[in-house]
């Protein structure tokens, strides 16, 4: 099967072409694809590009995507690692079957692989040590030397792989080299190490092997062992590429992937290096990894993502060759997009001050119906408590209003949502000056908001019932960065550009009852306020801890 462009859907990219072309001339019957995570730490965006591409591909044309571990670096990694690995991937909608492997399974094979180079002469064992290994390699505008240790015989090396091999060696004193050209304009094909010793115990191997084969050497000899069709990676792999060829070529192995490289994602005001991460999560300026403000998968799920809008997200920007860096809104306008159908509209004041209406029955209370989605009639209704005393948001009162100002003030009226119309009569401050209660009246004839003899009424404003409101954290999440490139000033340690507002912890807000009993991980809409997902973390039964998603608009926009 050929993917092909629907009519309402952009052309094919340039890798899903290449694809489609493989497929339609017989080059491949069934297309393969791999993932291929280093487990050194957790998922971000950049990589949901990348699973929504390699995956994607074998979806649409009926092919298979494995999941391959690329644990060659046996310092780093963690067991830890793998598994969050597993958990957002899955979590993103994708399933790998059977086909979870490892690089390190590997290991036997692509050792054999380095035997074979040096018995072909095109592998050696050199002993410069690392300073003199830099001195040799020449720069981008100078050829390289020759290693003294190049032209060893094939019993030498062989002899001494095999002790690097068993140990004998203390750790940087011999690598294994290719036998390429020291004075190619490619430096990554001066003679690349292709084994280093490693005394370090590896999390499924143990401590079974102390040389470790090297990044490049590694990844395409396991996509040949997978079957690969088209090894899909970032471009800075670009100049990787005569060595991924050069080592199946010269092995003449009969299966040869196809590496193909496309430009890796960027976001505004974030960061998206594992290693940055890292130090974010180790100097604590977030909390953990799935910190919500965090662009991990992770974060991204427990700040109330759906795996939808990152799919469609992923999609809208494209696959291509130039790098660019991503407004951050387009991420937001994808989850808005997805919870503007999906999510239901709840009440929650924020910043609640109290409102005493006069002329309703003191002790008395009823039930008003509010809908669940205005669009969606399917989504039902639900029944609120109104009474005398009631919370409205601060900001939907001023005392002196300018005239576009169509929420409450004095002489005004505004429209409670689902409720009644009230007007203003007086407001209390304290010693400080901060109002403290608003008097208003009702009327009874706008149950439900409507105004029987017609009078126009402009403004609408949510509000809870106080006797009745449950008190909640929310936690207004932003932009982790205030910067639009954090890496862009390389005299400016990106760690001093978070944004000291990132989380600001609002401790009571006021929610109407429904919201005091929700699951964890639910995504509701507060009305007027934005989006909101209760976290999976902290919240406790009957005790959810609310996190914004994102504002209904882009305020980061207006605010230009
Ligand atoms: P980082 O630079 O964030 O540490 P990495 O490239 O070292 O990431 P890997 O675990 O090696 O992380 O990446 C697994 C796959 O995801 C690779 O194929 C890599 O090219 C791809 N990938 C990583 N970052 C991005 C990104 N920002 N955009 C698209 N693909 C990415
Ligand atoms: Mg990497």
Known sequence: ?????????????????????????????????????????????GHAKSICLNFGIAEETGGTCNLRFDDTNPSKEEVAYVQSIREDVSWLGFSWGERELYASDYFPQIYDFAVQLIKMGKAYVCCLSPEEMREYRGTLTEPGKDSPYRERSIEENLDLFQRMKNGEFPEGSHVLRLKIDMASPNVNMRDPVIYRILKAHHHRTGDQWVIYPMYDYTHCLSDMLEGITHSLCTLEFEDHRPLYDWVLDTLATPCHPRQIEF???????????????????????????????????????????????????CKSIGIGKSESRIDMAVLEGEIRNDLNIHAPRRMCVLDPVKVIIDNYPVGQEEMVTAQNHPQNPAMGERLLPFAREIYIERDDFLEDPPKRYHRLGPGREVRLRFAYIIRYVSHVKDATGRITEIHCTYDPETRGGSTPDGRKIKGTIHWVAAATAVPLPVRLYDRLFTAEDPEADKDINFLELINPNSKVVIEK??????????????????????YFCADHVDSRPGAPVFNRIVGLKDSWEAAK
């Open 509 to 530: 807000a006021m929610a109407e009852p429904s919201l005091g009993e929700i699951e964890p991980g639910t995504r509701v809409q507060f009305e007027r306020v934005g």
């Open 1 to 45: 099967m050929e993917p092909q462009p629907t009519p309402e859907s952009k052309p094919l990219d340039f890798i899903r072409q290449i694809v489609a072309d493989d497929l339609k001339n017989g080059k491949h019957r069934t297309i393969v694809t791999r993932f291929p995570p280093e487990p050194n730490g957790f998922l971000h965006i």
């Open 263 to 313: 430009a890796r994602l960027n976001l505004t005001y974030t960061v998206m290096s594992k290693r940055k991460l890292l130090k974010m999560v180790e100097g604590r300026y977030v909390d953990g990894w799935d910190d919500p403000r965090m662009l991990t998968i992770s974060g991204l799920r427990r700040r109330g993502y759906t795996p939808a809008a990152i799919r469609n997200f």
